[in-house]
Structure formats: C-alpha cells, structure tokens
C-alpha cells in the first residue's frame, strides 16, 4: 500500500487537472458566447479531456483565423492546451497505475504500463504544481482573451452574445432567383 502522502500526491495532481479541464469548458462556452448559458456547456462538455482539449484547441484556431489580430493573445493559450494534454497524459499514468509489493525486498511500487516503478510522491507533486502555474497562465490569458474577443465584436457591430447570425436571405445571392413555395 502506497504512503497517505503517496496517495495525496496523486489525488492533488488528479484534482489539478480537472480545474484544467473545467477552465476548457468554461472558456469555450463563454467564447462561443450563446445567450443560454446551459446550451453553450451543453456543446463544450462532451468527451474526455483529451477530447475537451482538441476541441479548446480548434476553436482557439478558428477564432485566430477569423480574426488574424488576436493571434498574439491566442498562440499561447494554445501551447498551453498542449502542455495540459502532456500532463494529463502523465496524470493518467499514476492514476491508471497498480500498487504492488514486492515482498523479497518488501517495497511497494507503482506498476505503470507494465513497469514496476518506486512511486515518487515529490516528482508528482512537482508535476501538480506545474499544472497550477499553467491554470493561472491560462486564467489569466483566457480573461484577457474574452476582453479582446468582445471588443473585436462590438468594433464589428456584434458583440460577444449577440445572437445576430446572418439571414437566410442575406446567404441568397441577387443573381439567384427567388424560391416560391405553393402553400
């Protein structure tokens, strides 16, 4: 059996990544900017972090190439989700490991994909703490990337919850003839 402080290591690192993962959802909510609030969590919450990352990542990219001036606010917060998919990876390490004792020499250890390893409480606090740096990077980044987002959108004559999509009508071409329906 591992040590209480073995086991502490990894729920703290456990726990770190998960307010990654909520920081994903809640970013990408607030970005895609639908006027109910449970709709836009209904979109971004699908799917492991992993999945939650990948799509943090794109929608970051799409929102860059809609507006080229952001890229500076955005590049980073993209090598982030990066750096948290890495973490997570590690995360999932100790986390999906067994514990198991070896009693000729009478250690416990971690068995990680198939290797047997000491567990070491202070290279996984390391890690956790880490994953705090990169949650306050990007809490902060991700603030200042809202701001920004919402300025661009109301120079544009949108603002970040505007449900102003473009008409049917307005994606019809004047050259194109109109289409009549008989009731």
């Known amino acids: 059996m591992l040590t209480g402080k073995q086991y502490e290591a990894v729920g703290r690192l456990a726990l770190a990544l998960n ?12 970005l895609l ?5 449970r ?17 943090f990542d794109r929608l970051l990219k799409a929102l860059g190439e809609e507006r080229p001036t952001l890229q500076p606010q955005i590049e980073p917060i993209r090598r982030w ?24 020499t009478n ?17 996984i606090n390391c890690l956790a703490a880490e ?16 701001v920004e987002v919402e300025e661009a959108r109301k120079a544009g004559g949108m603002s970040l ?6 008409l049917v009508e307005d994606a019809v071409s004047e050259d194109s003839e109109d289409i009549v329906t008989d009731g």
């Open 33 to 37: 900017g639908a006027p109910e609030w």
């Open 161 to 166: 919850y505007s449900t102003d999509a473009p």
């Open 81 to 104: 989700v990066k750096e948290a998919k890495d973490l997570a990876g590690r995360r999932n390490e100790y986390v999906h490991a067994l514990v198991v004792h070896d009693f000729q």
């Open 131 to 146: 994953v705090a740096v990169l949650v306050t990077q990007m809490h902060t980044h991700c603030g200042d990337l809202l």
């Open 107 to 123: 250690e416990t250890r971690l068995r990680i994909k198939g290797v047997d390893t000491i567990c070491n409480e202070e290279e």
């Open 39 to 55: 709709v836009s969590l209904l979109l971004v919450g699908e799917g492991t972090f992993r999945h939650k990352a990948d799509r």
């Open 19 to 30: 307010e990654i993962e909520w920081a994903f959802q809640m970013y990408m909510a607030l």
